[in-house]
């Protein structure tokens, strides 16, 4: 019987090492996919317990850990409130973490490779680990600046406000309204979390969402840039003087019986108005028409060139802005909506500054970020971000001559409201219509340059206490623009 | 000339020295558990070190004096086990304690049950004076396994809890009789084969190139089996039935050295499990838990947060009392596998699972040396009984194989296992000291007495 016995041992070591190998797998290679789960609550226990790094503001925190004297020894504040929630997001023990809190993480929790030998140093010394710091690009003036401009316009104010340094990509602005206040998550008594989180997450204005990032809505006239830009490229215009199709209507033969109006029913000055014109009463007949001309092709490539389809800001949640929905292959009438920014089109705040950003920065769209340095706890600048190409949306001719038309529109057309003395501004407003039973967008897309300082600034207002008829980019969402402008370049 | 004759050593010395090292191992985890948690080492250290002391110099003196050829690893193993199991539980006592303050110790209980394991091994190795008896109880013991399986379908003495109905309760104690079932079996499996042996492997018909044993050399032990098997599945122990299945199969396989019963133990599992899967929901619900637990984290949620628990313990582990095996519903039992890899990592969970090993393999090879077939079978029995458990409950934990409840032995809370697997210890080392106790001199004529000065009455 001894010849089964053996077996049996040798049956019983397969079974061990079975257990042996398992329990590697488990406990080594999987265990940092099993840690970064959701609903760890060791992790979060741990992390709860660290004193987690600050995002900053020219060195002053909008998010830190202060000393807490319950078990988890550290509690997470948010100075500011709300004002900077897009940015930072929450950090939850119910319910995890949301924007830089959570994509910045691994650095704010101390658990970054480069902070590696912090973590050895604080081991041997018998410290607790200590997290990184995350500096942002955000200009306090210009954030508080566009907060207290959609403030002003009412209570129940939906909009936002993005505004980046055009030749950089920073962002210096990201503005949500509604907002809400990060310190009722990051609180450590969970009943109230738990009734906070309630409110927020069914308050229909989506008080958690992040407007300037997250938010498609049609971008109306404030598109017509984009359709301007290819019309450009492609040479169906060569340059603003030239003559385009105008007029009350534009209709497309072929037995369809739609016609595209213009916004107030006019009829732009003339049946054959110059393209600068055309830009500067926002004419939907002209640029239906020129839509029309470049062809769907043209205009998704150029869209696409200046991010539409794209997600650049890897930091915070993001929705593309689209051109189409999916590759739909439109009609006549469809396009010639598209062409000014309405039927399927739908775009982000940032998205659009990123539009003006491009212009003002002579054709070249710089990939934004929010995130300017990340250091160490001894200070040590473990990241600086370095500003990227994110491509060549148009030519450096093309930009100029949209800037031409841009600036224009300051001067004489529809977006007056934003003239700064002294300062080169060019901006396109947009009033999108959305459905009938609801008020229209009011959009409002802008560059400022003064000498070497420039920044580009989108506002979208989605609804506000304004009455319907008095709702236009121009008179609700320039105001707010040219503030910002003027906080950034501080005039 | 008489041929020189290899006599094992006793190495009770060694034993000795071996037993220090594991009561060293148990009172440090309690003092670093108390250090972990409060900061303090608790004050109560000495108690339950003189606790620990006093029942490994009880053991030792016992195996000395009853056993003195025994297996000299086997104790000072188990020893360290039941030291760490219990520091463990404790840990978990004041991790709940500080949530709530009621909750009820499960450590002291546990230590009672220890002394009350104890006494068992010690019973056993003083009643058992030679396994061989215990084979003329064959019957008897097979008889036993079965009512004690019966027992918790009883009415009245029953309990029902979570789901599987294999308690038994008079007053405020419980027992789980099937680990009291567990050693009848056993010796009920190994003293039936050993007499059937012969006919079971010899003779029969032979049909499709299997030799088929005759019916009536079979019948017995298979009714037994499957009375068992039944009754297992009334009372939803999936782990029992495993065991039993196992015990069963690969003993059949030693005693008639045909390969062959394994092919068929495992044709018929695999059958038997595939028609469990398709009729039993619970069992479902388990291999989807073992498949993809984080596809219903609610209803996973202790495999989950087992595995959490593990990959939080990494390679080095929190330390003792510095983890969360609180927060893994059953930590102190089921999961306790789970908590020891939170708290003493990789390493020590690897370290754990060598004891074990190594407790397998001392079991083997008692088998391996014995000198009677009884013995042998018994031995191999004993020994696969623990590795069978091992390797379905930390299988079960670490996600190896579906989970199925079975106690991890000497480690886990719970009165039956931890008596009952002393007693296994106590028949593995009476079965030793047997095997390596050298044979009695015979010799008629020259007596000792008469080179004495002075007689000793």
Sequence with gaps: ?491 | MTTPVWVPRKRRGAEFFLTVLAVFIGIAAYASVGLGVEGTIPSDTYKLGGALIVVAIATHLVVRRVAPYADPVLLPLVIALNGLGLAMIYRIDLGYQQVNPDWKALANGQLMWTGFGIVAFALVLIVVRDHRRLQALTYTFGFAAIVLLILPLLPGIGRNIRGARIWIGIGPFSFQPGEAAKICLAIFFAGYLVVKRDALALAGRRFAGIDLPRGRDLGPILAGWLLSMGILIFQRDLGSSLLFFGLFVVLLYIATERPGWLVVGALLFAAGAYMGYLAFGHVQVRVNAWLDPFSDPDKNYQVINGLFGLAHGGLLGQGLGQGSPNLTPFGFSDFIAASLGEELGLTGLMAVLMIYGLIVERGLRIALTCRDAFGKLLAAGLALSIAIQVFVVVGGVTRLIPLTGLTTPFLAQGGSSIVMNWAIIGLLLRISDQTRRPAPEISTFESDEATQVVKLS
Aim: charged share 20%.
């Design chain 1, 1 to 491: 019987m001894n010849k089964p016995i053996r077996n049996l041992a040798i049956a019983c070591l397969v079974m061990f090492m079975a257990l042996l190998v398992n329990i590697n797998y488990v406990q080594f290679v999987e265990a940092d996919s099993l840690n970064a789960k959701n609903g760890n609550k060791r992790v979060i226990n741990e992390e709860f317990s660290r004193d987690r790094g600050s995002i900053l503001i020219d060195g002053k925190p909008i998010a830190e850990s202060v000393k807490s004297k319950d078990e988890y020894k550290f509690q997470r504040k948010y100075p500011e409130g709300g004002l900077y929630a897009p940015l930072t997001g929450y950090f939850s023990y119910i319910f995890g973490r949301s924007a830089l809190e959570n994509s910045e993480n691994r650095v704010l929790s101390g658990s970054d490779d480069r902070l590696f030998v912090n973590r050895v140093i604080d081991l041997l010394s018998n410290k607790q680990p200590k997290g990184g710091s995350v500096e942002v690009t955000i200009d306090p003036l210009a954030q508080k600046t566009a907060a207290e401009g959609l403030e002003a316009l009412g209570k129940g104010t939906k909009g936002a406000v993005a505004a980046i340094n055009p030749k950089t990509g920073a962002v210096l602005a990201m503005v949500t309204q509604p907002s809400y206040n990060p310190n009722r998550l990051a609180s450590h008594d969970f009943a109230k979390v738990q009734k906070s989180w309630e409110e927020l997450t069914t308050d229909k204005n989506q008080p958690m969402l992040n407007r300037t990032t997250q938010q498609t809505l049609p971008p109306g006239s404030t598109f017509k840039l984009v359709t301007a830009a290819a019309a450009l490229e492609k040479g169906v215009v060569d340059d603003v003087d030239d003559k385009i199709k105008a007029g009350a209507r534009l209709s497309f033969g072929g037995g369809i019986t739609y016609t595209l109006p213009n916004e107030n029913g006019g009829n732009c000055g003339g049946d054959r108005i110059t393209l600068e014109q055309a830009m500067n009463v926002s004419c939907n007949v002209a640029f239906g028409a020129l839509a029309l001309k470049v062809g769907q092709t043209d205009l998704a490539e150029q869209a696409g060139k200046f991010g539409f389809g794209t997600d650049p800001l890897a930091d915070l949640p993001m929705n593309p802005s689209r051109f189409t929905s999916g590759d739909t292959p439109l009609e006549q009438p469809q396009l010639a909506q598209s062409g000014i920014g309405q039927f399927e089109v739908a775009a982000t705040p940032l998205q659009m500054a990123m539009v003006a950003g491009g212009i003002a920065n002579d054709g070249k769209v710089m990939k934004p970020y929010v995130v300017d340095t990340v250091r160490a706890p001894n200070l040590r600048v473990l990241d600086k971000t370095q500003p990227k190409t994110l491509s060549e949306a148009v030519s450096a001719s093309t930009a100029r001559k949209l800037q031409e038309m841009m600036v224009s529109t300051v001067q004489v057309g529809t977006a007056t409201s934003a003239q700064i003395p002294g300062v080169d501004v060019g901006a396109k407003t947009g009033t999108a219509q959305s459905t009938a039973d609801r008020p229209p967008y009011a959009w409002f897309v802008s560059y400022a340059k003064d000498g070497d300082d420039s920044v580009a600034v989108a506002v979208l207002v989605e609804s506000s206490n304004t009455a319907r008829n008095e709702i236009a980019g121009g008179r609700l969402a320039g105001p707010i623009a040219k503030s910002v402008m003027e906080a950034v370049l501080g005039k």
